[in-house]
């Protein structure tokens, strides 16, 4: 990927995990983002779902709907506890096969200028 290419949630997120977990250990599992089953299963390597889409979503509602599906992947990553809850809520996925790994940033620096409005009150007429 390049590192000027515009990015989306997805992209960033994966960077992050690139960034801070060891490329073999992630080399040892198949990791698929957001859409069940957009790249095929691994027949030698762990799966792992890294959901970040809401539970209502209409491209992936029907296949976490259809429980004989909960059992093709090891794992469900998701990126926050509302969404952990709802996917386990809504679809009664196996929370033992559930985790939450939160978004990451890296340290935001203060601005060095701070914006000072020309005017101080808004007025309405």
Not at 40 to 67: A, E, G, R, Y
Request: aromatic fraction near 14%.
């Amino acid at each position: 990927m390049e590192k000027n290419s515009p990015q989306g949630g997805t992209e960033l997120q994966l960077s992050y995990l690139y960034k801070y977990v060891d490329n073999k250990l992630l080399d040892r599992v198949q990791i698929t983002t957001s859409i069940p089953e957009k790249i095929p299963l691994s027949k030698d390597k762990p799966n792992i779902l890294w959901q970040k889409n809401s539970w209502d979503q209409p491209n992936i509602h029907p296949w976490f709907k259809d429980k004989t599906n909960h059992n093709k992947y090891d794992w469900y990553v998701f990126n926050s506890h509302w969404n952990y809850e709802n996917f386990t809520k809504y679809f009664d996925l196996p929370t033992e096969k559930c985790v939450v790994i939160k978004n990451g940033i890296d340290n935001i620096k203060p601005r060095e200028e701070i914006y000072k409005p020309k005017r101080q009150k808004c007025r309405i007429k």
